[in-house]
T-cell receptor
Framework: NAGVTQTPKFQVLKTGQSMTLQCAQD?????MYWYRQDPGMGLRLIYY???????DKGEVPNGYNVSRLNKREFSLRLESAAPSQTSVYFC?????????????FGPGTRLTVL | GESVGLHLPTLSVQEGDNSIINCAYS??????FIWYKQESGKGPQFIID?????DKRQGQRVTVLLNKTVKHLSLQIAATQPGDSAVYFC????????????FGKGTHLIIQP
């Protein structure tokens, strides 16, 4: 049982390049989330998926798109990376969205945009 | 604006002492609170949670206190150990609302030998 896994662990992009961050969970959770964490800051929600087949915007969605590929996988895409998107990205999952269940986090992807 | 915040960015304690980390929230509709521990280079790790119908909850060496009157949350760590050194975040969820968790900025707990 690996919990929440994320790939890649590190990535460096040039401005304008695109990439997809992958996330998978093996806890049979319904809900999945993408957060970003900037230095000295708490986490801010980018997008979430309350259940398979649904996605919604969080606090800071601009510049990102997401895909809930199946119950296990939730990807985050940067279509045209900008330096302001340099951050650490965390994926999380929780059991049932409306039960405010505990969210479990992956190890993060450190992204630098030059 | 951010509805969850922490009073101190850094807290330094002696090994073996008790630590108290505080958090203030402003949304009275918040009904679920979580404390996370984040070690350097890792993702947040769940420590303990509490729902708004409780005012205290205990775990192993940790206690969370919730004062809804003044919208204050605290995390107490007993007999602090070197492995407790990390950044601690409080987070709130508003009634199963659609926007995930709202996090505070975090308190860096430093353990002095």
């Amino acid at each position: 049982n690996a919990g929440v896994t994320q790939t890649p662990k590190f990535q460096v992009l040039k401005t304008g390049q695109s990439m997809t961050l992958q996330c998978a969970q093996d806890m049979n959770h319904n809900s999945m989330y993408w957060y970003r964490q900037d230095p000295g800051m708490g986490l801010r929600l980018i997008y979430y998926s309350a259940s398979e087949g649904t996605t919604d915007k969080g606090e800071v969605p601009n510049g990102y798109n997401v895909s809930r590929l199946n119950k296990r996988e939730f990807s985050l895409r940067l279509e045209s990376a900008a330096p302001s998107q340099t951050s650490v990205y965390f994926c999380a999952s929780s059991g049932t969205f409306f039960d405010t269940d505990t969210q479990y986090f992956g190890p993060g992807t450190r992204l630098t945009v030059l | 604006g951010e509805s969850v915040g922490l009073h101190l960015p850094t807290l330094s304690v002696q090994e073996g002492d008790n630590s108290i980390i505080n958090c203030a929230y402003s949304n009275s509709a918040s009904d679920y609170f979580i404390w996370y521990k984040q070690e350097s280079g890792k993702g947040p790790q769940f420590i303990i949670d509490i729902r708004s119908n409780m005012d205290k909850r205990q775990g192993q060496r940790v206690t969370v206190l919730l004062n809804k009157t003044v919208k204050h949350l605290s995390l107490q760590i007993a007999a602090t150990q070197p492995g407790d050194s990390a950044v601690y975040f409080c987070a709130e969820n508003i009634g199963g609302g659609a926007d995930g968790l709202t996090f505070g900025k975090g308190t860096h707990l430093i353990i002095q030998p």
